[in-house]
């Protein structure tokens, strides 16, 4: 069964565009439940259960683009 993703509205105050958890592409989907984004290839051939939680998918988008630590989270990770 594919991921439940949801599309952030358009409207959404600060609206960015997050790291997809699985592929690491710019997406404004969002599996809720977890409040990590992914994107809508990736949601096709995932799982919810394969969707890590929002800490783990934070740390790997840091690890991946170590200038979002200061740039995005002040250094505080
Ligand atoms: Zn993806």
Request: charged share 30%; with cysteine; proline share 8%.
């Amino acid at each position: 069964m594919p991921v439940t993703i949801e599309k952030e509205p358009d409207t959404a105050p600060f609206r960015t565009r997050e790291h997809c958890c699985f592929c690491f592409k710019a997406t404004s989907y969002w599996h809720t439940p977890k409040d990590v984004a992914v994107c809508v290839d990736c949601a096709e051939i995932h799982e919810d259960d394969e969707v890590p939680t929002k800490s783990a998918w934070c740390g790997s988008v840091v690890e991946r683009y170590p200038h979002l630590k200061t740039d995005r989270y002040g250094g505080h990770l």
